[in-house]
């Protein structure tokens, strides 16, 4: 059974940093293209970064490029997104969700349960 | 970026009723939508891949449609379970979006 466990989400102030993590286990991790999918209270679903299964090519949305950077340890099964000059639109709850192939995501087949992430003074 | 608009943004049904979900793209997607279902707490579920293909252990009530700028979410014969939010997404170009989300509740 595929199970994703982010952790990490916590209170920042504005223009701080912070880093999540995504623990993944019951499959071949190094094998599947990983993303982040935020969700603002009350909001719908935005995505907000991406990763190839071999770690390379990371891509984002405007709203996060050059302030949020998506990384991958496969020999530690884990996923990454390091978060900076955090504003408070930033203020979600984080999910790691897995794609469905190693060289892009696509869609999701799984996901984790999420972090929340709260930006504010 | 390609926008994704859903309607109707709130959906009151009883259970064994028909319902119907529609999105659409700004601009032509091919086949390349899916549909996830989200109950409140919990992370989204992935129902429907390619416009029409029902993900592996998803009830065949559920079924999608559609292609270029138009796609529906079809529930046959609602169930408790299936009051959730809904929601469709794109992955024609790399910028991946969502739609505002759909939420389906009890008449």
């Known amino acids: 059974e595929v199970q994703l466990l982010e952790s990490g989400g916590t209170l920042v102030q504005p223009g701080g940093s912070l880093r999540l993590s995504c623990s993944a286990s019951?499959?071949?991790?190094?094998?599947?293209?990983m993303s982040w999918v935020r969700q603002a209270p009350g909001k719908g679903l935005e995505w907000v970064a991406a990763l190839r299964s071999s770690g390379d090519r990371p891509y984002y949305p405007e709203s996060v490029k050059g302030r949020f950077t998506i990384s991958r340890d496969n020999s530690k099964n884990t996923l990454y997104l390091q978060m900076n000059s955090l504003r408070a639109e930033d203020t979600a709850v984080y999910f790691c969700a897995k794609g469905r192939y190693d060289n892009s995501n696509k869609y999701f087949d799984s996901w984790g349960q999420g972090t929340l992430v709260t930006v504010s003074s | 970026d390609i926008q994704m608009t859903q309607s109707p943004s709130t959906l009151s049904a009883s259970v064994g009723d028909r319902v119907t979900i529609t999105c659409r793209a700004s601009?032509?997607?091919?086949?390349?939508l899916a549909w996830y279902q989200q109950k409140p707490g919990k992370a989204p579920k992935l129902l429907i891949y390619?416009?029409?293909h029902l993900e592996s252990g998803v009830p065949s009530r559920f079924s999608g449609s559609g292609s270029g700028t138009e796609f529906t979410l079809t529930i046959s014969g609602l169930q408790p379970d299936d009051f959730a939010t809904y929601s469709c997404q794109q992955y024609h170009s790399y910028v991946y979006t969502f739609g505002q989300g759909t939420k389906l509740e009890i008449k």
């Open positions: 390619e416009s029409s």
């Open positions: 019951g499959f071949s991790f190094s094998s599947y293209a």
């Open positions: 601009q032509p997607i091919s086949i390349w």
